[in-house]
Nanobody, 126 residues
Framework: VQLQASGGGSVQPGGSLRLSCAAS????????MAWFRQTPGKERESVAA????????NYADSVKGRFTISRDNAKNTVYLQMNSLKPEDTALYYC????????????????????WGQGTQVTVSS
């Protein structure tokens, strides 16, 4: 499975961006996909995840109510709609995929994810 992320950019606080992650290859094997983010000197942290079989979603507390993860089966693409962006959302965002089907509490754990896209930079600044 290959993942191609896009949609990053610069936006003012309170603004919105939508990230996309297109999957190719053995897409029928995908069990879940997720978005992670990382800033220099910090661990990569999970933001949101979606399970393919039932569209179950799991969000980090820091983004609940502001970010929405969704998927388009026909396009093998997962999206991250980010609203009410804050300066602390500034990071390099990565999409990730797994052939496993994590239980809900493990959806945002890094361990199951073995496929990674390149990062896309999101900068929130006035």
């Amino acid at each position: 499975v290959q993942l191609q992320a896009s949609g990053g950019g610069s936006v003012q606080p309170g603004g919105s961006l939508r990230l996309s992650c297109a999957a190719s290859g053995r897409t029928f094997s995908i069990g879940a996909m997720a978005w992670f983010r990382q800033t220099p000197g910090k661990e990569r942290e999970s933001v949101a995840a979606i399970r393919w079989s039932d569209r179950a979603t799991n969000y980090a507390d820091s983004v609940k109510g502001r970010f929405t993860i969704s998927r388009d089966n026909a396009k093998n693409t997962v999206y991250l709609q980010m609203n009410s962006l804050k300066p602390e959302d500034t990071a390099l965002y990565y999409c990730a995929g797994t052939v496993l089907r994590p239980i809900y509490s493990n959806l945002r754990e890094r361990a199951p994810y073995t496929y990674w896209g390149q990062g896309t930079q999101v900068t929130v600044s006035s």
